[in-house]
């Protein structure tokens, strides 16, 4: 496993810490057996969740497409879907 220290700006990260209370409000804390009770998940989970779901071709084709719009390019995309 790779441990990864991020900067996100703070809007992003007020995105996931609202989405985190969002979830925790829906679905209520957990307990374990003879356990405290705390909230199902954390804004640091779901930004790793986010993190891990992408494949090589997902992270090129986002990236891909993000270039283009700051750069601009005669070339066909990477990804065939975004035409």
């Known amino acids: 496993m790779i441990t990864l220290s991020l900067q996100l700006p703070e809007t992003v990260a007020a995105e996931f810490y609202q989405a985190a209370d969002q979830l925790n409000q829906r679905y209520g804390e957990a307990a374990p057996p003879g356990g405290k009770p705390k909230p199902l998940v954390d804004a640091k989970t779901l930004m790793a969740f986010a993190l ?23 070339e066909p995309p990477f990804n065939p879907v975004i035409k």
């Open 52 to 74: 891990a779901r992408h494949d090589s071709e997902d992270v090129c084709a986002q990236f891909d497409f993000a270039l283009r719009l700051v750069r601009g390019s005669a």
